[in-house]
């Protein structure tokens, strides 16, 4: 790389088209990342002459990529002039859909989140409710707040996200939705605004939002644990998302603590029912109660009975903590994090008996220099810290070296070559799903 840099620095100018695009992504990442500002700066950080850097900072000023800020500060002659970044020059439309829930926002391009919506929805209602209703709130936050066009949709999705080959060549693979099997959604998501979609699991969209703007901001190293009706985590190591080999990392649900999966004796389900049997025998006397006034019980019934001092439901989340604790702790010896995030429905109904089970397994059967300055925490974000991470993936995606590569020259990622084709792929497809069959009428 240093060599490349040199050799276009010594020319002048950049010899051919790749080279031209290059040099423009480098210094737009410098200034968009704060790295450099000044035009000194840039020539310094990327090696190349200052008639190069001149020429690329006013193709990317007439872009509308880059504008000239205040004066910074001089050290000697005149004052430089700052560039910076146009956050403002698009946006990113994020979501986050779980089992019983939609949150949608919008995003500006630094992947700070402009406005949130949030509310009640359920996957049972199928993979077309669920698309319109996100269509139909996106074009009502574009239209309410009169920000620019969207640049890309960055998705969050209940269950792991297989890898696609590029992300502009083939669209993510949605498998761990049974129900939505066979509907085009992303495809019709991306078609329907016109955008490149990037989904990931909702965990790790959680870990990349906790790792920017919530309890693990600054950190490098962080583990988020998501505890619902499945368990997963998510790990950030040396600051970079970890997804595994093929999207699937973080599934310690599935982890046997004991007799049975972590998920069977410590999920939302798992604690529903422990309190139902335990209000049926008589174990429990607010559960009882509640019991019979609601006819059913969920893990937030059982978390407002420890708060208001039910023994059983004290002891019970305290137990399912542990659990939690036993099955992190191996984990946390292995990749030695500084924190360790607690989210989701159990985290937030658990209140500090779970909370104080997880610490007191992970702190027992962690090695004393892995635990000695590990902070575990519950999560302040709530269901921000998916749309927040949904924004940075979509951030880091479009700003990737390669990636960017392919856009800056033409001022958006919509005329990004290799996104044009791939939704001309998907338009055809789709056409040919609702075309009728060959010999017979459409109605």
Known sequence: MVAEKAGLRSVGRPRSV????????????????????????????SELGRAVVSDRLATMIELGLLKEGELGQATGGRAPRQMQFRQDAGTLLVSAIDQSSIALGIADLNGQMLVEHHEAAHLDAGPEVILDRLATIFDWLLQETEKPAPWGIGLALPGPIEKPAADFETVPVLQTIQSWQGFPFLERLSMRFGVPIFARSGVQTMTMGESKAGGGRG?????????????????????????????????????????????????????????????EEGRSPYLAQTLERQGELSVVDIGHAAQLGDLFCVE????????????????????????????????????????????????????????????????????????????????????????????????????????????????????????????????
């Open 18 to 45: 790749d080279a031209a695009q290059a040099s423009l992504a480098l210094l737009l990442n410098l200034v968009r990342t704060g790295t450099a500002t000044t035009r000194q700066e840039l020539e310094r950080h």
């Open 219 to 279: 950190l490098s190293d962080i583990i988020y644990v998501k505890l619902g009706r499945s368990i997963s985590a998510g790990l950030i190591s040396e600051g970079r998302l970890h997804r595994g080999a093929q999207g699937a990392a973080g599934m310690i649900g599935h982890n046997r603590v004991g007799d049975e999966l972590l998920e069977a004796g410590a999920g939302a389900d798992a604690i529903a029912r422990e309190g139902k049997a335990a209000a």
């Open 316 to 443: 019970l989340l305290g137990r399912c903590g542990r659990l939690v604790g036993e099955a992190l702790a191996p984990l946390t010896n292995l990749v030695n994090p500084s924190l360790i995030v607690i989210g989701g429905v159990v985290a937030e109904s658990g209140g500090d008996s779970l909370l104080a089970g997880i610490r007191e397994a992970v702190y027992r059967q962690s090695h004393p220099m892995v635990s000695r300055d590990l902070q575990i925490m519950r999560s302040q974000m709530g269901a921000s810290s998916g749309l927040v991470g949904a924004a940075q993936v979509v951030v880091e995606e479009l700003f990737a070296p390669a990636m960017l590569q392919g856009w800056v020259g033409q001022g958006s990622p919509l005329h990004h070559p290799e996104f044009q084709k791939n939704l001309e792929r998907v338009t055809a497809a789709l056409a040919t799903k609702a075309a009728p069959p060959a010999g017979r009428v459409a109605p």
